[in-house]
């Protein structure tokens, strides 16, 4: 019995420990001078359990924050959040004008193709790498309209 119980133990861990997944990650380029940069990308969150980014740095920006726009009043709002949470079997989206990541002052200027390494650190302590490429703002738009289509 208690073979059973461990076995069914080790599956329940397993099974929950379904890894988020990021997709379309990218970082539109910045005007010269630009003290800010932002992020956008899909979290895909295929386990049992709600998942909760709470952490995220980079060693090519002094902060990382996690924002939220919205319209009050008619008047565009940024609200820094404390986490992104990724509901159970579903996904997140990271977009201008909802919920995005501000990259804040950044070590040098950056230019289109070149790459940016992001640690994004979940509620549970699981860390994950991502490298995201800096994209020229029209071949970003472009893509996101052609995804659509």
């Known amino acids: 019995m208690r073979k059973y119980l461990l076995l069914l133990l080790l599956l329940s861990s397993a099974l929950n420990a379904t890894p988020l997944e990021f997709a379309d990650a990218r970082i539109p380029e910045a005007p010269p001078g630009a003290q800010t940069m932002a992020a956008y990308m899909k979290i895909i969150n295929d386990s049992d359990n709600e998942k909760a980014i709470t952490a995220i740095s980079s060693l090519e920006f002094g902060k990382v924050e996690m924002h939220r726009t919205s319209i009050e009043d008619g008047v565009a709002r940024m609200r820094q959040l404390d986490a992104l949470k990724i509901p159970a079997h579903s996904s997140l989206e990271l977009v201008p004008g909802g919920i995005h ?19 994004l650190t979940e509620a549970d302590g699981t860390e994950h790498t991502l490298v995201v490429t800096i994209k020229k703002k029209q ?11």
């Open 139 to 149: 071949d970003q738009e472009q893509e996101h309209h052609h995804h659509h289509e």
């Open 101 to 119: 990541l501000m990259l804040l002052e950044p070590e040098k200027e950056f230019m289109r193709g070149e790459m940016i390494v992001l640690y």
